[in-house]
């Protein structure tokens, strides 16, 4: 799934590839994509991150089920 196509909908579960060439997984709620970059909240940290759309190597929405 294209990560613009998550911008303020969703959450979504990533796999991403750090500039140091290791493989991290998150879940992060997408608020802008430019010029290459995607600004996140990254539930895992608790904090807006910056991530580069090249390393995104996964993106798949987490859509809470109904109870």
């Known amino acids: 799934m294209p990560i613009e196509k998550a911008i ?23 608020y802008s994509v430019r010029k290459g970059k995607a600004r996140v909240l990254d539930w895992n940290k608790r904090g807006l991150r910056t991530l580069s759309t090249g390393r995104i190597l996964e993106a798949i929405p987490v859509i809470p089920r109904a109870s």
């Open 8 to 30: 303020g909908r969703w959450p979504v579960r990533i796999v991403y590839r750090d500039s140091k060439g290791r493989i991290t997984r998150s879940v992060v709620t997408v």
